[in-house]
């Protein structure tokens, strides 16, 4: 992690799974608050999927990484039903069920982010008073296969709202960023076109890279930015590649102004041109 935020790199996604492992291992959102510790700059995002992490207890693990990483988490939504036998859980049956439950754990989460008014957080020692109770919210969600009242244990996160990532071919309803892909750059133009027609605030283009040709991959993300807002980089060989991008690929987007390098204090939404978003309840109370 810190020599792809020594890079100039903008994001890293942190890939988790409760199937079968070759050992033990900790969950991605865990991990991703120990790096958090040790980088300044770098986005971090970790995987998740609903199927077995409860909307509740997830929402309340990546804000207190917002708040770790001083405004740098996102979260890749994505669906597992595999492993929800593996949890104990019922598995859904039809991509319908398994995009709504996706869906609802979105909604879920947000609307606890946003249970906290900004302004929740009182810290009057002398009066004896931390909370403003009425900047608290009930959230009163139910859905098909789980309901959450609310409100949050953790306060509003630094970024309002941490950065929902997800893949685009399962559905862009509740993201930030969607990540699309394509076998042809002709495909993956369409896939782009289709998730921006969706209204996803990004498109991101998520490409898997053998770098025997540093140059022609560098010629293609140039082709590829005038389509689509970044790119995901997965290195076949991510200790043979890292070094490769590091030094001459990034270097190369760098100089010609397609990449940008992130600030320390900068957050993961500002790095990826997001707004910090109005809290929801906030809006309705001045209405």
């Excluded at 050992?23 to 790096?35: C, I, W």
């Excluded at 998520?206 to 022609?216: C, G, H, N």
């Excluded at 043979?240 to 990449?259: F, K, N, S």
Aim: contains cysteine.
């Amino acid at each position: 992690m810190q020599a792809a935020e020594n890079a100039g790199f903008t994001f890293a996604t942190i890939r988790d799974s409760i199937g079968p492992g070759p050992g033990e291992r900790l969950d991605a959102t865990v991990r991703a608050g120990f790096v958090a510790a040790t980088t300044s700059t770098l986005g971090l995002v970790p995987q998740s999927a609903p199927t077995y992490a409860e909307p509740f207890h997830l929402s309340s693990q990546l804000a207190s990484l917002d708040y770790a990483s001083r405004g740098r988490a996102g979260w890749l939504a994505v669906d597992d039903p595999a492993t929800a036998r593996t949890w104990g859980a019922t598995p859904r049956e039809t991509d319908a069920e398994i995009r709504r439950e996706r869906v609802d754990a979105i909604e879920v989460a947000r609307r606890l982010w946003d249970s906290w008014e900004d302004d929740a957080v009182v810290r009057d020692y002398a009066a004896g008073k931390f909370l403003n109770r009425d900047r608290l919210h009930h959230i009163d969600f139910i859905g098909e296969t789980f309901s959450v009242q609310g409100p949050a244990i953790v306060p509003r996160p630094p970024q309002g709202q941490v950065v929902v990532f997800g893949y685009g071919a399962a559905g862009t309803e509740g993201l930030d960023v969607a990540l699309v892909s394509g076998a042809t750059l002709t495909e993956t133009r369409s896939a782009i076109d289709n998730a921006r027609a969706e209204g996803v605030s990004r498109v991101l283009v998520d490409l898997e890279v053998t770098l025997d040709t540093p140059a022609e991959l560098t010629a293609l993300l140039t082709e590829l930015s005038a389509y689509a807002d970044c790119v995901r980089l997965r290195p076949a060989v991510l200790d043979e590649d890292l070094p490769v991008l590091a030094r001459y690929v990034l270097p190369a987007l760098l100089r010609a102004g397609l990449a940008h390098r992130p600030v320390p204090g900068s957050t993961l939404r500002s790095n990826l041109g997001l707004p910090r978003p109005a809290n929801r309840y906030a809006k309705e109370l001045a209405r």
